[in-house]
């Protein structure tokens, strides 16, 4: 009763900074596990682990506070405690926990105890009040009550029974339950959130391995009709034929018409291409890019790489057509591209191929475009966000105009033909950083498609209806790719999915 009030008070849209909680996790039949997912999902990330969440806080220097209730109701008392001492390590953190007894591991952490049972924080004549109006058998008990088992083989169960239920028989499973329980561990938090069984299915879709029953993605596929997407292809770590490319760090959309192909980039560098039409290998680069970022096709086929120290070099694709015979004894000249790549001054942060310009961002939010014009190169350049430039996509208009939109670490995405002003406001705005943007023309009109850093895919249409849909994979975005045709790439750590609108 306490923490519901403290709660109620300290998340009114009117309270002063300094006692406004962030999070709040009533942990009554919580794992460690799901405890995270839902304070990640609370704080603006889409942490998958204990770990994961601890060093998201570890790197947000923000004052942070966090409440939890009920740890004595936990389904795994000690697991949480290595979580709360965790994050009680943190100066800028604090923890409000409700326990019916204070363990040696918490009070080693010397806390500031206020022991309810004490008379000096009762009042029994309100309580018998309260109790009367209220009576129950057991007012300490746990939420929820016993509820059904739910069936770790069944889809339909699986999409609609207690989330909080099914993490902790998953946990304690040790059978495959036809693929069920890797693809509900994997795609974390975007299970648990408050969602419909469809939204469940498609997620669960997705997730799946190649390893998993056949039957269980027609299964899914029946129960996510109403979600409005569908899931053309999917690689998921892990999978063997056709196999996993790796962690999708960024997707570069290829523009090469005789390939379709899509460059993802992975953690260790190494580009990889795919068709966009069904995730078939089209082979890899040459070479890897130590600390790779960013990945962009240009207009000839060849790619832009941007490395962690914000260089670009230019890789040619395997995939682009070539000149031969005489044709390429009598190249000369380098590239436009290649030209535009090498007239990059200072370090970026993000990249974009528009038509026959090349975009990238910095550190400190401006964006610059160049083109070739003649033989010189003409630059246009805005500042458009506070802190860096983390996303950068466009769309050409006309040969030598395009318009180019950026995401940042402020949390906002702008459009800006350049020549012209800005608009004065974002298009969107969230309380997290972008961390992809890939935009695409369509036969239903433009697109443009954003990876949040909470883990939210948000897919906007111009012309078209709805104008906007949504996709949480349940694991960090890291990239973003619309496609031509109107299906979207989103890439991970854990998986490459190719949605379609259905």
Request: net charge negative; proline share 7%.
């Amino acid at each position: 009763m306490f923490l519901a009030w403290l709660a109620e008070q300290a998340t009114r849209p009117d309270v002063v900074v300094e006692r406004r909680v962030h999070g709040l996790v009533p942990l009554a039949g919580q794992s460690a596990l799901t405890a995270s997912w839902l304070l990640a999902e609370q704080l603006g990330s889409a942490a998958r682990t204990p770990g994961e969440l601890i060093a998201t806080v570890a790197a947000d220097r923000r004052r942070t506070v966090i409440v939890l209730p009920d740890l004595h109701h936990s389904a795994a008392p000690e697991a949480v405690e290595e979580l709360i001492c965790a994050l009680a390590r943190f100066e800028q953190v604090r923890l409000i926990v409700e326990t019916r007894e204070v363990s040696a591991e918490l009070s080693a952490l010397s806390p500031a105890v206020m022991d309810l049972r004490a008379a000096q924080w009762r009042d029994e004549e309100s309580y018998a009040v309260w109790a009367a109006s209220a009576p129950s058998p057991e007012p300490d008990a746990p939420p929820g009550g016993q509820q059904a088992a739910p069936d770790l083989d069944d889809p339909r169960s699986v999409c609609a029974s207690d989330p909080r239920q099914l993490t902790a028989s998953y946990e304690l499973s040790e059978e495959s339950h036809g693929g069920l329980r890797a693809a509900w561990l994997r795609a974390g938090g975007a299970l648990t959130r408050p969602c419909s069984p469809a939204e469940r299915a498609l997620v669960l879709w997705a997730a799946l391995g190649d390893d998993a029953d056949p039957r269980l993605a027609d299964e899914l596929q029946a129960l996510a009709l109403s979600e409005g997407w569908a899931v053309r292809w999917k690689r998921v770590r892990g999978d063997i034929s056709p196999p996993w490319p790796g962690p999708a760090l960024a997707l570069g959309i290829g523009v090469c018409k005789t390939s379709g192909s899509v460059a993802v980039l992975d953690h260790q560098g190494i580009v990889r291409l795919v068709a966009a039409g069904n995730g078939e290998a089209h082979g890899r680069l040459p070479r890897a890019v130590s600390g790779a970022t960013a990945v962009a096709f240009g207009r000839d086929g060849d790619l832009t790489v941007l490395d962690g120290h914000g260089r670009m070099t230019l890789q040619h694709s395997p995939t682009a057509p070539r000149s031969t015979g005489i044709a390429s004894l009598l190249e000369t000249e380098s590239k436009p591209l290649e030209q535009l790549v090498a007239a990059v001054e200072g370090a970026a942060t993000a990249v974009a191929c528009v038509g026959g310009a090349l975009a990238y961002g910095d550190g400190a939010g401006a964006v610059r475009v160049m083109m070739l014009n003649g033989g010189t190169i003409d630059v246009a350049h805005e500042a458009l966000h506070e802190g860096a430039v983390t996303g950068l996509a466009g769309l050409e208009l006309a040969e030598g105009a395009a318009l180019v939109y950026s995401g940042g670490q402020d949390g906002r995405v702008r459009m800006w033909a350049p020549g012209r002003a800005p608009l004065a406001s974002a298009l969107r705005e969230r309380n997290c950083a972008v961390t992809a943007l890939s935009a695409a023309r369509t036969p239903d009109g433009p697109v443009l498609v954003i990876g949040w850093e909470d883990g939210l895919v948000e897919y906007s249409a111009v012309e078209a209806e709805p104008a906007a849909r949504f996709f949480r994979p349940g694991a960090p975005v890291r990239s973003v790719g619309a496609l031509a045709n109107g299906d979207v790439m989103v890439g991970t750590d854990e998986m490459l999915v190719c949605l379609t609108p259905s």
